[in-house]
T-cell receptor, first 112, second 112 residues
Framework: EAGVAQSPRYKIIEKRQSVAFWCNPISGHATLYWYQQILGQGPKLLIQFQNNGVVDDSQLPKDRFSAERLKGVDSTLKIQPAKLEDSAVYLC??????????FGPGTRLTVL | AQSVSQHNHHVILSEAASLELGCNYSYGGTVNLFWYVQYPGQHLQLLLKYFSGDPLVKGIKGFEAEFIKSKFSFNLRKPSVQWSDTAEYFCAVNSGYSTLTFGKGTMLLVSP
């Protein structure tokens, strides 16, 4: 069974630029999550999708972050414009329901 | 809001030493508890989980954890660590349909 796929693996941008991350969940997993993991901390949930609907986006900074999950499969997370404090690893995870979450390799974002 | 506290940020052990990593959570209701591990250069992987039943849970690679409801704890143990156990360990909790909350992680370094 293929795992959660993410791209790119690394991204370096300057502040005020925009960036987008892509995630392909495990086949058949209805729930998809985006997390932000800042160095030295545990992952923090940004947004949770159930199929293509948003379940929880209470911790998503909506003035600069956006996410979509078209057709209930792949998802993209966008930051526009980026700030220095957005430097982090962005993790995508998926699960069948509210069961165990399976994580992708993450995208390491550096904002200069 | 629920929170997760991991007692040690860094642990250094010699091979064959016993391991216990502490985890406490704040939520008083029914909870699901997880330990995830991140080996160097790899993505987060599930080590073990507790949903209900026997409070002593066995996971992969000889790890186990004990859920003590009265202490709001879910400590991770391994009787004899190996060099290959060097990794970062995250405790996480959710309740029902609530989002998964992670601790800050414990970096374990096992010296050969």
């Amino acid at each position: 069974e293929a795992g959660v796929a993410q791209s790119p693996r690394y991204k370096i941008i300057e502040k005020r630029q925009s960036v987008a991350f892509w995630c392909n969940p495990i086949s058949g997993h209805a729930t998809l999550y985006w997390y932000q993991q800042i160095l030295g901390q545990g992952p923090k949930l940004l947004i949770q999708f159930q199929n293509n609907g948003v379940v929880d986006d209470s911790q998503l900074p909506k003035d600069r972050f956006s996410a979509e999950r078209l057709k209930g499969v792949d998802s993209t997370l966008k930051i526009q414009p980026a700030k220095l404090e957005d430097s982090a690893v962005y993790l995508c995870a998926s699960s069948k329901s509210t069961d165990t979450q399976y994580f992708g390799p993450g995208t390491r974002l550096t904002v200069l | 809001a629920q929170s997760v506290s991991q007692h040690n940020h860094h642990v250094i052990l010699s091979e064959a030493a016993s391991l216990e990593l502490g985890c406490n959570y704040s939520y008083g209701g029914t909870v699901n508890l997880f330990w995830y591990v991140q080996y160097p250069g790899q993505h987060l992987q599930l080590l073990l989980k507790y949903f209900s039943g026997d409070p002593l849970v066995k996971g992969i690679k000889g790890f186990e954890a004990e859920f003590i409801k009265s202490k709001f704890s879910f400590n991770l143990r391994k009787p004899s660590v190996q060099w290959s156990d060097t990794a970062e360990y995250f405790c996480a909790v959710n309740s029902g349909y609530s989002t998964l909350t992670f601790g800050k992680g414990t970096m374990l370094l096992v010296s050969p």
